[in-house]
């Protein structure tokens, strides 16, 4: 198999925290170079050193960064575009801690990655009810499947990632017809997309990024849907009590795709979002965090109903307990 190289350059004293962003995103074994590892140990060695290893002395003067591997394949590209959304959000977050954050992928061009999607990005079927495309192929769908039709682009969700497939696989399970949906962190739009194409009446779309906003709510009409069955809003409701406001309550399913931490932040707010007896699906949790997710979610008054593992990922749904 083959595999992209890819190095995230930042600061000395961002590395800890964005590891720990890396490990979110299910991305667990990379190569730290740093040159203050350098300088540590020039001021701790604790006896005279006649050499010091050309790997070690390479240290004293590279630029802080850190290099993983994704396969160069579907999954991998999916991630590829998750983490270009993380390092974005961090960057708007707050740049002078992180630094440039910039990308640099093996030899292969910025302009040519997106390009490789075409030859793994294919129809394939999800649960028992709908069928994801991409634009450029055609296909005839059986069995009564509906076509879901999302092109890779800089809002992650192409529905090829475990996270975004078991949702879609989960929502068939809930929707029975008529429901309001709120999509929060809806990246490209495809949960919500699938919501509608289920049977939900309309989608409320929240994201951090403008560009998803954006993306999200093109892709809702060029699935065939009318812009009077959805509503998409920019900003972050963890912060923003009058977004939370706009965005109101009543909602019958809430989905949110999003990373551990942004989800125990959010535990206490979900349930002002939903019906009395409203469901909760929440994904992007690996492993090592669906305890402390979990722990958080009930904390604020959801039980589980429902759950989905892939490959280390988890898909849970809960119901609100009033």
Known sequence: MDFLEIDIYTESAAVDVLVMQLSELGITGFVIHDSADFDEFMENKESNWDYVDDELMGLKTVPTHITLYLANDAQGLETLAEL????????????????????HIGNVREEDWANNWKQYYKPFNVGSKLIVKPSWEDVTPADGRKILEIDPASSFGT????????????????????????????????LSIAGLLLGADNVTMVDVFENAVNTASENVVKNGFSESVYRAFRGNIIEDAALRGTISSGYDIITANIVADVIIAMSPLFGGFLKADGTLIVSGIIDERADEVLNALQSSGFTVQNRKNAEGWNAIVLRAVR
Do not use: P, W
Request: charged content about 25%.
């Open 84 to 103: 270009k959304g993380a390092l974005a959000e961090m960057r708007e977050r707050d740049a002078a801690f992180y630094g440039s954050l910039d990308i």
């Open 159 to 190: 529905g090829q990632h475990h996270t975004t497939k078991m949702v879609m696989e989960l929502l068939e399970t809930v929707i029975n017809g008529g429901e309001k949906l709120l999509d929060l962190g809806c990246g490209s739009g495809i």
